[in-house]
């Protein structure tokens, strides 16, 4: 045990200056000043200085279970004009991951010759959201227009770059074949150095594993040509404007990986190195 220094008085506790009531109430207070400052530096983002705001939020709300109505209201009022310029900066540092070069480099090159193409090219004027200015609550559940029958299917010829007569059934509820197995997903995961081929981050800053994206969108064509590592967040970017997508990651397969396409977006088995 090591000694106190010369001159140097031991100070009282909280607990013996106030009592053990109220010096609970104290270190409470400390605690949340403390992680107030946190959060204005930046430090928020660590996964301790989460768990102890859950903690203390969830004391809040025993105590008080009134605050719980409160935050609510609270919360459709801060976002009546739009998200907060804080909100925003807390997201931008949230965002893992950085841009892949290789991905960046291709998109340029498609580009210019022209394969790829701006969606909203030639359209005037700003493209206004369809839910700008309508609060969360009239937008949830049934009140959302994509659950509409009509609509589902509209987005889905949109996806799959056909006209509405030639809508036959929702792809998604498409089974896989055999061959998609979790040793196929290994292999591809293996393949990829565990990377997603979009942004670049790796399986170890991410909660799951890295997905498994059909290129051509058949899911009976479970082969290495046809298939790459996603992360969760650029896969659920794939779902939409299928023929951009579809023409990048050939590109970008071809480059690192010898494989080759035709121009119709099919796969050349026989010239495969």
Not at 69 to 90: C, D, H, V, Y
Not at 156 to 172: A, H, M, P, Q, Y
């Amino acid at each position: 045990m090591k000694m106190p220094r010369k001159g140097y008085k031991q100070k009282k506790s909280y607990e013996e200056i106030y009592g053990v009531a109220k010096a609970k109430e104290i270190r409470k207070k400390l605690r949340k000043a403390q992680l107030k400052r946190k959060e204005r530096d930046g430090y928020i983002n660590s996964p301790k200085t989460r768990e102890k705001l859950r903690e203390i939020a969830l004391e809040d709300y025993k105590e008080n279970p009134e605050r719980i109505e409160q935050r609510k209201k609270s919360a459709l009022e801060q976002f009546k004009n739009g998200m907060p310029k804080k909100t925003k900066k807390i997201l931008r540092k949230l965002k893992l991951g950085k841009k892949n070069q290789k991905c960046s480099e291709t998109k340029k090159r498609l580009y210019k010759e022209g394969i790829l193409k701006v969606w909203n090219k030639g359209k005037k004027g700003l493209q206004v959201a369809w839910n700008k200015g309508k609060p969360n609550y009239k937008i949830r559940g049934d009140n959302n227009p994509s659950r509409r029958l009509e609509i589902r299917k509209k987005i889905s010829c949109v996806s799959r770059g056909i006209n509405l007569n030639e809508w036959d059934k929702f792809i998604c509820r498409d089974p896989y074949d055999q061959g998609f197995d979790p040793a196929f997903k290994r292999l591809i995961r293996k393949r990829d150095n565990q990377i997603c081929m979009l942004c670049g981050i790796h399986r170890e800053k991410l909660n799951k594993a890295l997905f498994i994206h059909h290129i051509n969108y058949n899911k009976e064509m479970s082969i290495p040509q046809n298939c790459l590592s996603l992360c969760n967040s650029c896969h659920t970017k794939t779902n939409s404007n299928r023929k951009y997508w579809i023409s990048f990651f050939q590109s970008l397969l071809s480059e690192k990986y010898g494989y080759e396409y035709s121009k119709n977006q099919e796969i050349i088995l026989g010239l495969n190195k």
